[in-house]
């Protein structure tokens, strides 16, 4: 029976390949047209990742083969691509890793299931079946937990280099420099990957002739970061009615403080709430400990 599993597995993987090379995504209107005329070569853009996309592994080239199905099912959804933005990873690579990881969570227990059964133990084909299809299941979103967990990372360090931006450019505003020249020189010492994204959202608004607030907006759409997204549509507010500029960006980064100290102490929190569970599991180690000789001696008795 397990043979005849591991034959069903692999005849259905190979019509699935088959059907993918036999049947390619057909293009957009859209696609069809750009491919007719192409663009002029344009400066880069921050709407592109914000690092540069990292070769794909061997996992990737696996799952390569699925890519277009998985994208005529719509994936990845619009929060995912926010986070593939920020991390700057290739969409289609994404979606490679996630049907390589599906494909190895389907073949594990039919594997598992013959080499017990090589020793002795005979499985039924339900249990090996179930257990495929829910590891298949599961191999679809580890890939997204970890690009959430990555990007959430990313979000928090892009937010703390907005504040610091911000306290930068409202001190030049104090010594009398304009907003453009105050956002290039608050941007121009660059240390890690969150300040060279500010840094080139304001080059490239610089080259192009182009407000900053606008680059900087496009900055927070890519990143799925609202408070750069505000911070822009503040700066726009303050350049085309005249506001107070400097009485705004002192207000955005009390806000941007004031929020970094909430995650932080959320963060103490949950930190402290997990260092409970060691001693919880240590004390109910040690209460067994406590108890196990009465339990003996008591079953020992009869």
């Given at each position: 029976m397990t043979v005849a599993i591991l034959l069903g597995t692999g005849v259905g993987l190979?019509?699935?390949?088959?059907?993918?090379?036999?049947?390619?995504?057909?293009?957009?209107?859209a696609q069809a047209f750009a491919a007719l005329h192409p663009p002029a070569p344009r400066l880069p853009s921050t709407a592109r990742p914000l690092i540069p996309a990292e070769p794909g592994g061997q996992l990737a080239t696996l799952g390569r083969p699925f890519v277009p199905l998985l994208a005529r099912l719509g994936l990845p959804r619009a929060k995912v691509r926010a986070d593939l933005g920020i991390c700057g990873r290739d969409?289609?690579?994404?979606?490679?890793?996630?049907?390589?990881?599906?494909?190895?969570?389907?073949?594990?227990?039919?594997?598992?299931?013959?080499?017990?059964?090589?020793?002795?133990?005979?499985?039924?084909?339900?249990?090996?079946?179930?257990?495929?299809?829910?590891?298949?299941?599961?191999?679809?979103?580890?890939?997204?937990?970890?690009?959430?967990?990555?990007?959430?990372?990313?979000?928090?360090?892009?937010?703390?280099?907005?504040?610091?931006?911000l306290d930068i450019v409202v001190?030049?505003?104090?010594?009398?420099?304009?907003?453009e020249q105050a956002l290039r020189d608050a941007t121009e010492e660059?240390?890690?990957?969150?300040?060279?994204?500010?840094?080139?959202?304001?080059?490239?608004?610089?080259?192009?002739?182009?407000?900053?607030?606008?680059?900087?907006?496009?900055?927070?759409?890519?990143?799925?970061?609202?408070?750069?997204a505000e911070l822009s549509?503040?700066?726009?507010?303050?350049?085309?009615?005249?506001?107070?500029?400097?009485?705004?960006?002192?207000?955005?980064?009390?806000?941007?403080?004031?929020?970094?100290?909430?995650?932080?102490?959320?963060?103490?929190?949950?930190?402290t709430e997990r260092m409970v569970l060691p001693m919880v599991g240590l004390m109910g180690g040690f209460m067994i400990f406590l108890i196990f000789p009465a339990f003996a001696s008591i079953l020992g008795a009869f």
């Amino acid at each position: 029976m397990t043979v005849a599993i591991l034959l069903g597995t692999g005849v259905g993987l190979g019509l699935a390949l088959i059907a993918v090379f036999a049947f390619p995504a057909r293009p957009t209107l859209a696609q069809a047209f750009a491919a007719l005329h192409p663009p002029a070569p344009r400066l880069p853009s921050t709407a592109r990742p914000l690092i540069p996309a990292e070769p794909g592994g061997q996992l990737a080239t696996l799952g390569r083969p699925f890519v277009p199905l998985l994208a005529r099912l719509g994936l990845p959804r619009a929060k995912v691509r926010a986070d593939l933005g920020i991390c700057g990873r290739d969409p289609a690579r994404h979606l490679a890793e996630q049907a390589a990881m599906a494909m190895l969570g389907f073949l594990l227990p039919p594997a598992f299931a013959a080499v017990v059964t090589l020793g002795g133990t005979v499985i039924g084909w339900q249990l090996p079946v179930w257990a495929s299809l829910i590891c298949a299941g599961l191999g679809v979103f580890v890939p997204d937990l970890a690009l959430a967990s990555e990007a959430a990372k990313r979000r928090t360090q892009l937010r703390e280099a907005v504040s610091e931006m911000l306290d930068i450019v409202v001190i030049s505003l104090a010594g009398g420099s304009g907003i453009e020249q105050a956002l290039r020189d608050a941007t121009e010492e660059a240390d890690d990957w969150a300040s060279h994204a500010l840094r080139q959202a304001v080059e490239a608004a610089h080259l192009r002739r182009r407000p900053p607030w606008q680059t900087l907006g496009e900055l927070g759409e890519t990143a799925g970061l609202p408070a750069l997204a505000e911070l822009s549509a503040a700066l726009a507010m303050a350049g085309s009615e005249g506001a107070r500029i400097k009485a705004t960006l002192s207000a955005r980064s009390a806000a941007l403080q004031a929020h970094q100290l909430a995650e932080a102490e959320a963060a103490a929190s949950s930190a402290t709430e997990r260092m409970v569970l060691p001693m919880v599991g240590l004390m109910g180690g040690f209460m067994i400990f406590l108890i196990f000789p009465a339990f003996a001696s008591i079953l020992g008795a009869f």
